[in-house]
């Protein structure tokens, strides 16, 4: 199979006219006239994003959208207009805005509740079943083949999208065979999906916190914790403890939500989880540090000063802070030294090493550098590696400068 | 007196041609015709630079020039080209360049014997004399009118431009008193001057090192300090350690020379030096914080290495670096939630009230936000603001999302 992602716009290719049933229409076409209706932007806007490249074709594992590479109006970058016997718009999950500040934040942003779900440390996923099949996209609106296997191998979704085709599953995927954000959870193991909404497709309107909750109960699908239900006045102070508690045991932190979905929800993260970041980043200095580094160390003054630490506990973070950008940078140079290179290798779970190649040719095509290492026992041992890194360290270790 | 600089070129501009004296040329003939054989540049490169806006004409202080603001091929930025009775180039003050590990780099890059001078914390100032008189000029090419004042106070240099009119003194300007940089060193105290290179106007040729201090010695100029030449295949390990000893006495560092001058000088700086940037940057973490970053961490991961620091001394390092960014970051947060703002007051020696708002003026022209706060008994305590900085946190604290 021939990856075709991002390829240009064919100029031959038509498909079932949404409308018309039974004519054919064009691409072009479609995009011409179609799209501005479906996505209520102007036939302006897709020209612009169109000529830009924002819009790309994408044909892969069977099927053929248009994908929305950067967002254009209210249309969420990761959006996929799919094409086939219908036409099925999976919009792309809202970003989630951040606040440094828990109490003035909270009270001026949502009405007299807040719903707290924990933030999970895996990847954004959307399920949804378009053309008969459920598949996985990612956030940037691509189809993962291992994620899609794997989300259908977790959960028995056919029930659930029998009854409700309409309804998007977003959630995350966790777990140390993860191989884009390996975290150790007890509950979770190896690799588990945990769900955080279901959008209708097209709006993308969420489902309120409680009815999400008991539609994924009763179809057996497994939602993120719940982790209270808080008069706004009085949550700053109790997301503050909790957030400082799930930094203890290494987890991520929390999103809060309007119970009813009406608003849009905020993120706040752990002290452990900046400095674990931190940690990745400067691993890799010079394919990620500077782009981590900033915004990391920003949340942490912040978060310092609101949790009104103690002189012990402000040295105690600067400390975790310190250490979590010089201790794998130090890591790094001795390998480099040692003429290895800077790498990572993710673990996934494959039926075949054909599954193990396919799942590297779709992270080339994202960009990735990454080769199969082994595959033996269900296992496939991948490598990515970060190039910049290593050439960087290895031509100041030979005597570049700076 | 109202600040002309890097205004427009004027029209009307004429002085006296450079080779037929009694006439005059205009200023747009002079780039045209004159500057490109001075410079040795073509006339298509200064045509370029003049569009760009990299060629500025300055008028301030007594002195009309040709400022070159970014470098123009072999021309340095910070450039004069000081127009009066003859035409006389003050090159700018080459960019020395930073190795991250000694070892390696200073067997290739120098000969065999390397000059090793300490490396001051303050502003790097060139001293000359122009149309009569003797002017400071700082690393863009201003004439700083506390520096020209100051360093006329610290040194008699009149013998020295009676002399050698055709030469430059290049140095640092250091101490507590000093608007830029405000280090204290026990040798100096408040305000002094080190003298690290002469060189010469226009081809901005440097003496070798054992020359420059037989002449700054003659004229009772003040060198910098030299801390040994050495044996290049021996320096590194010498260099590490004086490095270190510098560091535990918060000194910035060294810049190492070829003893004739004919190499590039390199610079290599302590921890300590890059954990007081980090400090001063992330008091002011919007508006510093972002840029000065990244390249201090690295610093501080190739340091570690080529020091092959024992655990405890890396946990220091890595101390020392976390504190220095999250102690006045938290601070400063501090002090706006006082509703306070972020600024830092600079100290200098004043006449007059108008020397000190002559300073502001100039400080203004180059784009700080400044302002006189008291003048008393010869101290004039400027405070330079940080708007970012507290734009930023104030929003924050106020409910503003990130």
Redo the contacts between chains.
Sequence with gaps: MQSERGRKFPEQFFFEHPHDKGSKISLKDFIELELPKILQLSSQQLKGAFKRGTIKFYSDYGLDAIQIRKSIGKIEAGTMICLGKSVEVIRGFPKI?????LE??L???FNSEIALEEKMNGYNVRIARVNNRIMAFTRGGFICPYTTKKANQLMDMEEFFNHHPQLIICGEMVGTDNPYVSQYYPEIGKLGFRIFDVREKLSNKPLPILEKRKLLEEYGLPPVRLLGIYDTHEAAGEILDIVRKLGEKDREGVVMKDPDMEIQP?KYTSSQAHASELEYA?SY?FDL??AF???R??????Q??EMDESDVE??L???????S???P??ET??LI?DDKVAAEDLVIEVDSPDEAEDFVRYLRSLGVIATVVEVKKGKAVIRRLHQSTSDKISN???????
């Design positions: 805005r951040r606040t440094l500040m003035p934040v009270k001026k942003h905020l400067f200095p540090g500077q580094f900033f915004s160390v920003i949340r942490e003054g912040f310092s000063f402000i040295k973070r600067a400390k975790r802070m310190g250490e950008i010089l201790y940078m130090l140079i001795r030294a100041f270790l030979n005597g570049g400068l700076y």
